[in-house]
Structures are given as structure tokens and as C-alpha cells.
């Protein structure tokens, strides 16, 4: 449940020093939370496709793109999409920020977007997200991130002005395209109007129903805070199936097309102590290993190969297995049938498979249900034979 929230508004000199007040001044940050997110809504950022990714060249893309600054380069991946996301963060903030959450997530607002999933329209989306004074927008068609950026805007033409062009030179037809809008915008608002104006098809982003508002919230629409509370909602809600379904630390799992882990990290956390990740990026793969030994992991194989080769190659039964592939794969189908031939989960085990609204499985062979977290979905399978 969301029961509080507060926007503050400061120019880039005094940050610092509000950020420190607002931290201060609210003492319920210093209390313990299960999971901390920090978002950060920054401009200099680079989408970078993973196969091309090095960290040690990141600093210098981002100063030959923007101007040099007392920055942070933060990166991450955002596997889904096959992307790695560099961007800049003021160091004193960041530094500031570690310091108070040191447990905390952090993650780039485009990056919170992609990984959240979005429901491909078949001429293309703009998610865009309003602040008070700036706007993000992604571009997207055909399964492939075109566009994403943050610029700021002073009134509704500046927003129509950045949209039509990014329209025109990625060619999303504006009686085509679709418009999802979240953050502080209304449609009685001058921008709405504009964009109702040249586009014909315009949505407000859905919030999930696993969230809920306390009172003060609830004269404020939903799309508000849509960007805020989606960014996590799905990875939460499989982990309630799982601990509600099966004994975790008797499981002996594997995570298929892992990305950066994070799964297998959550497995380990709850007590998991036979895990498998297969990942066939370099820079992953090294990733994992990395994670795996900073958090103490133990009995965690991570094996850098092709999930289908593995598949083909595996003589292993599991307990628990998870997939959670790119969104681009066009054989996805194929893992359900390919893990049920090969006979990979023992008696009663579980297979989830993570994917688009695109795919439906309730007619396949062992699919027992699918819970739906807006554009994530989870196809749930159980081995049912002895």
C-alpha cells in the first residue's frame, strides 16, 4: 500500500543539500523495508545493445555525448530488451543516496519502463512518463526499443514539438500509434488536449491491483503513481506463488536465460541451495559469478551457453525451473515442449515461463494456470507424471 509520498522541486546547484533536508526531515526513511527501489529521472543516459556492451567504454561514450561533470557512471542491464542501460548520476547525490540506502536497487527510469514489460501495439508505442517540468518517452515497434529519452518541456507545444518528431523520424504513423501516459498529467490538462489533438489513439497506464492506496491517495488518478509502483510488482507477486506453493529450500532449481540473476539471487535469499543459471552473454555470465560469490551464495552453477544447447544437452531432473526469456524470441514456444520431452522436472515439479499477453499456453500439455501482472505474465506447468 502507498501511504506516503512527497515531490520536491530544486535546481541542479542545491540538490544536494535539499536531498540531505528531505532525508532528514523524514524519519520514517531510517526505518528497515523489505525491498528498496531508487529511481532515478536523469537525462544523460545511452540504451546500449548488450552484445556491444563493455563497461570500461561506457565513461567515454557518455562524455562524448554530454558534457563533462563530478559524475557517477551507473549501469545495468535490462535483459528482456537484450540492453544495457549507462547513464550519469551526480556523484555527491549518489554518494548520498548509497549511504542511506544501502541495501537499495537502483534503477533508470527507462530501465524501470522496459523491464516492467509493455503490451506491443502493432503500430508501434510511446510510453511517456510527465514530471512537473521534464518528459520521458520511449519508442517502440516490432519487438525493438527505437527511441528513448528525457527532455524537459514549459508548456504543451514543447511536448508535441519532441513527439512529432520523434514520430516522424522512426515513421509511427499518428493515426497509428498508440500513446500510454502515466505521471502528473490529466486530461483536462492543455497537453492532453494537444495530444488528443494529433493522435488517435491515447491511454492512461493502469495501475496493478496488487496496490493499493491509503485514503489521502484516492483523488488522484491511478496513472500518478503507475510508475512508481510497477517496478517491481511482478517479480513479487511470482515469489508469493512460489513460497505459497513449495518448500524452497528443498528445491533443486534452474534459471534459464538468467540476464543478470536476479532471480536465482531472490531463490538463494528464501533459502535455496541447489541452483543452476544458464546465460550464454559474456558479460552476464561474468556478472553472475561476480553476485554469486558477493552474496555468499554456495552450490550456485552458472553455465555460459545457449539455453536450447543446454536444453539438448541436460540429463539433470529439477525440482523448480524458470525461464524468463528476451522478448524477442520467436521459438518461445518451444520451451514448454522441449522441457517436458526431455523430461527436466521431477515428479510434482514446477516450470514458469515468463511472457508477453502475446502467448497463450492453457492448451498445452501440463499447463496448470498463468497469473497476469498487466504486460508480465507467468505460465505456470507441473509434471504430473510418475
Same mark, same amino acid.
Given at each position: 500500500m502507498i501511504v506516503q509520498s512527497g515531490c520536491y522541486t530544486f535546481n541542479e546547484n542545491e540538490s544536494t543539500d535539499i536531498l540531505q533536508k528531505v532525508l532528514q526531515q523524514h524519519k520514517? =526513511?531510517?526505518?528497515?523495508?523489505?525491498?528498496?527501489?531508487?529511481?532515478?529521472y536523469l537525462p544523460e543516459n545511452i540504451l546500449i545493445p548488450s552484445?556491444?556492451?563493455?563497461?570500461?567504454e561506457t565513461q567515454t561514450l557518455l562524455q562524448a555525448m $554530454? +558534457?563533462?561533470?563530478?559524475?557517477?557512471?551507473?549501469? +545495468?542491464? /535490462? %535483459?528482456?530488451?537484450?540492453?544495457?542501460?549507462? $547513464?550519469? /548520476?551526480?556523484?555527491?547525490?549518489?554518494? *548520498?543516496?548509497?549511504?542511506s540506502f544501502a541495501t537499495g536497487n537502483f534503477w533508470h527510469i527507462h530501465s524501470i519502463i522496459l523491464k516492467n514489460g509493455i503490451e506491443e501495439h502493432d503500430g508501434g508505442n =510511446?510510453?511517456?512518463?510527465?514530471?512537473?517540468?521534464?518528459?520521458?518517452?520511449?519508442a517502440i515497434k516490432n519487438n525493438s526499443v527505437l527511441f528513448a529519452q528525457i527532455f524537459p518541456y514549459v508548456k504543451a507545444e514543447d511536448i508535441l514539438y519532441w513527439l512529432l518528431n520523434i514520430c516522424k523520424q522512426f515513421s509511427l504513423a499518428q493515426t497509428?500509434?498508440? =500513446? /500510454?501516459?502515466?505521471?502528473?498529467?490529466?486530461?483536462?490538462?492543455?497537453?492532453?488536449?494537444?495530444l488528443y489533438q494529433y493522435f488517435l489513439n491515447i491511454e492512461f497506464a493502469s495501475g496493478e491491483d496488487d496496490i493499493r492506496l491509503s485514503g489521502d491517495f484516492y483523488e488522484y488518478p491511478a496513472h500518478f503513481f503507475s510508475s512508481l509502483f510497477k517496478s517491481d510488482?511482478?517479480? +513479487?507477486? =511470482?515469489?508469493?506463488?512460489?513460497?505459497?506453493? *513449495?518448500?524452497?529450500?528443498?528445491?533443486?532449481?534452474?534459471? *534459464?536465460?538468467?540476464?543478470?540473476?536476479?532471480?536465482?539471487y531472490e531463490l538463494a535469499s528464501r533459502g535455496a541451495v541447489d541452483q543452476t543459471i544458464v546465460e550464454k552473454d559474456v558479460q552476464m555470465h561474468e556478472f553472475i559469478k561476480k553476485t554469486g560469490k558477493q552474496l555468499g551464495i554456495k552450490n550456485l552453477k552458472a553455465i555460459k551457453m545457449d539455453v536450447f544447447k543446454f536444453i539438448d544437452q541436460c540429463s539433470e531432473q529439477f525440482d523448480f525451473i524458470f525461464a524468463? %526469456? %528476451? $522478448?524477442? *524470441?520467436?521459438?518461445?514456444?518451444?520451451l514448454p515442449k522441449l522441457i517436458f520431452e526431455k523430461r527436466m522436472l521431477k515428479p510434482k515439479g514446477w516450470f514458469i515461463l515468463e511472457h508477453t499477453l502475446k502467448n497463450d499456453y492453457k492448451k498445452f500439455p501440463f499447463y496448470k494456470t498463468e497469473r497476469n501482472y498487466g504486460t508480465t505474465v507467468f505460465s505456470i506447468f507441473i509434471e504430473n507424471r510418475e
Open positions: 520514517e =526513511l531510517k526505518n528497515s523495508f523489505r525491498q528498496i527501489v531508487i529511481g532515478y552484445k556491444f556492451y563493455r563497461y570500461e $554530454y +558534457e563533462k561533470g563530478q559524475n557517477i557512471v551507473v549501469s +545495468e542491464a /535490462v %535483459p528482456k530488451w537484450q540492453l544495457h542501460n549507462a $547513464y550519469h /548520476v551526480p556523484a555527491a547525490i549518489h554518494q *548520498l543516496v548509497n549511504r =510511446l510510453i511517456i512518463d510527465f514530471k512537473t517540468d521534464s518528459f520521458c518517452v520511449i497509428e500509434v498508440k =500513446l /500510454v501516459l502515466s505521471g502528473l498529467i490529466e486530461k483536462k490538462s492543455a497537453v492532453f488536449k494537444e510488482i511482478a517479480r +513479487e507477486g =511470482l515469489f508469493n506463488i512460489i513460497e505459497n506453493n *513449495l518448500e524452497i529450500p528443498e528445491l533443486k532449481t534452474l534459471d *534459464l536465460f538468467a540476464g543478470t540473476g536476479s532471480i536465482s524468463g %526469456p %528476451p $522478448y524477442a *524470441l520467436t521459438n518461445i514456444d518451444d
